[in-house]
């Protein structure tokens, strides 16, 4: 939207809220208070699955450092997390056909919240996540292993939907975490697949000559993974025999 619809769109909603001000017999103190009261089921709709990812994060943290001593190495590379904004909220509802309000959205979306874990080998993968699910405040919803079953695009990953409790002012609350765990060579061939596979104006015969093209990288991204898992198997081996 450029600088003068933007205005444009500004003054018409100022002038729709004044209007609804005076229709109201509002005063300025009052209809803030009708705006803030009317706010606050979404903000603390997007709260909770803030306090959700802050406790999956600690998690995985802990369970990091308890690595670092136990093995010698850290299995997590990195960590990445977000809620999903508001845009995509509404999209996924109207595709979905969703009713609109916030309870049946936290009961039907899974993934409005979302936790990266990218990690160094395939091995440190699947002990995080087993480590994860062993924890008796986290519950496994669903679990969808596309590490060794790829998507047809050849994406690979482990999903885990889980619950995790947080304590709020006067209660507890289960919230939905969609964890990803991934490594170094999987979470590189995502982030350029996505970016690739979105742009636009692109042909339809460049197109599947890309998709084409990025099932062979990913092949050989887990040819890689493969390779260096072997590697590390190595050493670990030349380790205990010493």
Same mark, same amino acid.
């Given at each position: 939207? /450029?600088?003068?619809?933007?205005?444009?769109?500004?003054?018409?909603?100022?002038?729709?809220?004044?209007?609804?001000?005076?229709?109201?017999?509002?005063?300025?103190?009052?209809?803030?208070?009708?705006?803030?009261?009317?706010?606050?089921?979404?903000?603390?709709?997007? +709260?909770?699955?803030?306090?959700? #990812?802050?406790? @999956?994060?600690?998690?995985?943290?802990?369970?990091?450092?308890?690595?670092?001593?136990?093995?010698?190495?850290?299995?997590?590379?990195?960590?990445?997390?977000?809620? =999903?904004?508001?845009?995509?909220?509404?999209?996924?509802?109207?595709?979905?056909?969703?009713?609109? $309000?916030?309870?049946?959205?936290?009961? =039907? #979306?899974? /993934?409005?919240?979302? &936790?990266?874990? &990218?990690?160094?080998?395939?091995?440190?993968?699947?002990?995080?996540?087993?480590? %994860?699910?062993?924890?008796?405040?986290?519950?496994?919803?669903?679990?969808? $292993?596309?590490?060794?079953?790829?998507?047809?695009?050849?994406?690979?990953?482990?999903?885990?939907? &889980?619950?995790?409790?947080?304590?709020?002012?006067?209660?507890? !609350? $289960?919230?939905?975490?969609?964890?990803?765990?991934?490594?170094? +060579?999987?979470?590189?061939?995502?982030?350029?697949? *996505?970016?690739?596979?979105?742009?636009?104006? @692109?042909?339809?015969?460049?197109?599947?000559?890309?998709? *084409?093209?990025?099932?062979?990288?990913?092949? #050989?991204?887990?040819?890689?993974?493969?390779?260096?898992?072997?590697?590390?198997? %190595?050493?670990?081996?030349?380790?205990? !025999?010493?």
């Amino acid at each position: 939207m /450029d600088n003068e619809k933007f205005k444009d769109s500004a003054e018409k909603m100022a002038t729709e809220l004044a209007k609804f001000t005076r229709d109201m017999d509002l005063n300025e103190e009052m209809f803030l208070d009708l705006i803030e009261d009317s706010l606050y089921p979404v903000e603390q709709f997007f +709260a909770n699955y803030s306090c959700a #990812i802050m406790e @999956i994060e600690t998690k995985f943290k802990v369970l990091n450092e308890q690595f670092s001593l136990k093995y010698d190495g850290n299995p997590i590379e990195s960590i990445h997390s977000r809620v =999903k904004d508001y845009d995509s909220i509404i999209r996924k509802v109207i595709r979905k056909k969703i009713p609109r $309000d916030l309870d049946s959205i936290e009961e =039907k #979306i899974n /993934d409005i919240a979302g &936790v990266r874990v &990218v990690c160094s080998f395939v091995d440190d993968i699947y002990r995080l996540a087993d480590c %994860l699910l062993q924890q008796d405040d986290i519950t496994l919803i669903r679990r969808k $292993d596309y590490i060794k079953n790829p998507k047809p695009t050849g994406y690979r990953s482990l999903h885990l939907i &889980v619950s995790v409790p947080i304590f709020l002012e006067n209660e507890k !609350k $289960d919230v939905k975490v969609e964890v990803q765990l991934r490594t170094i +060579a999987m979470d590189f061939w995502a982030s350029l697949e *996505h970016k690739i596979r979105y742009k636009k104006n @692109i042909s339809p015969e460049t197109l599947s000559k890309l998709s *084409h093209e990025l099932t062979d990288c990913a092949e #050989i991204s887990a040819s890689l993974d493969s390779r260096m898992q072997n590697v590390r198997n %190595l050493i670990l081996s030349e380790n205990l !025999k010493k």
